[in-house]
């Protein structure tokens, strides 16, 4: 006997039931062998109901790796959201952020696979989610200033910095790398991370590069 559907595709809780089962494929035959009439016959229905949500295999990968993305965002603003020193939060965030990426690389090989693809066709994605990110550091940095723990007179420069800095202990491909060769990744976090803190406690003005004339 079939197995009757596990919702219908006019339920807005049936986009997340696909991207669950998408998960679980992904997780048994790779992306490769992952396709839409799998993923609806694991859910008992017909790949037709999927395209009501979804265009493609390609649409269902990005929205796998978008809802990552998107719980990692959650996860940062904790870190703003929370009482307690500036400093101490943003490594805190940052350390947070790395060790979720490692946790993924080394517990959902499949899926953390998908990062790659996100980076190379879907720049959009990335550029979203650096700009979430930098918002929420640039939250920290502010609380910093206004608590007299940092010296910096443009917020906004002063996020991106950090974010650039701290990107190769984020960025998939750079902590696949940190993991394969061994690096103490996490140790080397910190120094950036207090590196920069010193330098904001001490004062940080930033102007245009170049010179005029």
Do not use: C, W
């Amino acid at each position: 006997m079939k197995t009757p559907p596990v919702s219908t595709g006019e339920d807005p809780s049936f986009r997340a039931q696909i991207l669950d089962a998408a998960r679980a494929q992904l997780r048994r035959f790779g992306e490769a062998k992952t396709n839409v009439v799998d993923i609806a016959r694991a859910l008992g229905t017909s790949h037709t109901t999927i395209y009501r949500h979804f265009r493609s295999k390609a649409d269902i990968f990005d929205a796998v790796v978008a809802e990552a993305m998107r719980d990692e965002e959650e996860m940062a603003r904790r870190f703003v959201d929370v009482d307690g020193p500036a400093a101490e939060r943003l490594e805190a965030m940052v350390l947070a952020l790395h060790a979720r990426k490692r946790e993924r690389f080394a517990g959902d090989p499949e899926v953390y696979q998908l990062y790659r693809r996100i980076v190379e066709v879907r720049p959009d994605i990335i550029a979203a989610y650096a700009r979430a990110m930098t918002a929420l550091i640039a939250e920290i940095i502010a609380d910093g200033v206004k608590r007299r723990e940092f010296r910096v007179d443009d917020v906004a420069t002063a996020a991106g910095v950090v974010r650039d800095a701290v990107t190769v202990f984020v960025h998939p491909a750079h902590v696949e790398a940190a993991v394969k060769a061994g690096l103490p990744a996490e140790a080397m976090a910190k120094n950036v991370i207090r590196s920069l803190v010193a330098a904001f406690r001490t004062g940080m003005q930033y102007g245009q590069a170049g010179s005029e004339g």
